[in-house]
């Protein structure tokens, strides 16, 4: 190019190898500006891959980093499985609680149930109010209300002693319960003792109730003077001898 150029030199005049001489110099900067923005092109390419092999070798997980991964999962695991077991443990606890609250309180045949239900039997009885100690007049104002509770406390300070009842089973498969508490006038004090045979979960036969009032005769409110199962049972002087073996001579 250089040697086209030292020709023309020799042909052509000043004025016009000036304006060639300023066209080729702008070329020659065009084409060096655009030398140097591929060269500045290819270094930042170069620079890119370098530093994403670099950032992929640090993000390279290590064998103790892998480790400690395993180890977080295993302890992820475990409170998951204790957390699932406590919340199992805490729903069945719930669900016996309330199965026991249930069948004490709302069940026909619980303890509780039976004991409001024969204390309100007394509340409404003539007899049982006159054993008590109240007048005529007295149980024709009505709106009588005892004191029942399950024992008497030695200590006057300690608060009456709950309702307690024995449940077992009879020889005719079913549950039988015998309650014993005591029902308090103004005037005087009653024991009341009965026995109930649970026939179902809502059903409730109850064999005998009586109230015992110092001074007074035994007085049913239901059954009559007779042994009851659990008597005939568990009595130790029953016709079958002492403790189920009759002592003595035999008889021919």
């Known amino acids: 190019m250089f040697k086209h150029v030292a020709l023309l030199n020799r042909n052509i005049s000043p004025s016009v190898r000036i304006s060639l001489c300023d066209s080729l110099g702008t070329s020659l900067l065009a084409n060096r500006q655009k030398t140097d923005w591929n060269r500045s092109l290819l270094r930042s390419v170069r620079f890119y891959s370098s530093s994403n092999g670099d950032s992929k070798e640090a993000t390279a997980p290590t064998a103790q980093e892998r480790a400690n991964r395993i180890i977080y999962h295993v302890k992820a695991g475990s409170r998951l499985l204790l957390s699932s077991w406590l919340i199992i443990i805490a729903a069945g606890a719930t669900l016996v609680t309330s199965y026991l609250v249930a069948t004490e309180i709302f069940s026909p045949s619980g303890e509780t149930s039976t004991f409001n239900r024969v204390v309100n039997m007394i509340e409404k009885d003539e007899n049982c109010l006159r054993l008590l100690g109240y007048s005529d007049s007295e149980i024709e104002q009505g709106g009588i209300r005892l004191k029942a509770y399950g024992g008497m406390s030695p200590d006057l300070w300690t608060r009456n002693i709950p309702v307690q009842a024995t449940k077992f089973s009879g020889k005719d498969q079913k549950e039988h319960m015998i309650m014993r508490f005591f029902v308090e006038s103004n005037k005087t004090v009653g024991v009341v003792n009965l026995e109930a045979i649970e026939e179902n979960f ?23 003077p007779h042994l009851s199962y659990a008597q005939k049972n568990l009595n130790p002087f029953s016709s079958e001898g002492f403790l189920g073996v009759k002592w003595g001579s035999k008889k021919n």
Do not use: F, P
Request: glycine share 14%; charged share 15%; net charge neutral.
């Open 202 to 224: 809502i059903n409730q036969e109850l064999v005998y109730v009586t109230i015992d009032v110092k001074g007074h005769n035994r007085h049913y409110l239901i059954g009559g």
